[in-house]
């Protein structure tokens, strides 16, 4: 059920975004997919989830040296 869900919202949020269209004639049915469009937003949101796994790095590398540093030390 989950699944459904899942799926039904990311077609819902296709069609919102302009990424998938449908349309019909008299005798048959087209579901259109704007691959460029797909693959320039993955592309972003690999680059975004990139960039936070960066920070989160970061983040704990920095941790780790603070809690390892003596009392009093400066950075």
Known sequence: ???LLVI????????LLGRI???SSENDAT???DTQE????????A???EDVADD???GIDRSLRESTEPAGAAP
């Open 1 to 3: 059920m989950k699944a």
């Open 8 to 15: 039904v919202l990311l077609v819902a949020a296709g069609v």
């Open 21 to 23: 269209s449908f349309s």
């Open 31 to 33: 579901i259109r997919l």
């Open 38 to 45: 797909v693959r320039q937003d993955t592309r972003e949101a």
């Open 47 to 49: 680059e975004r989830a």
């Open 56 to 58: 989160v790095a970061n």
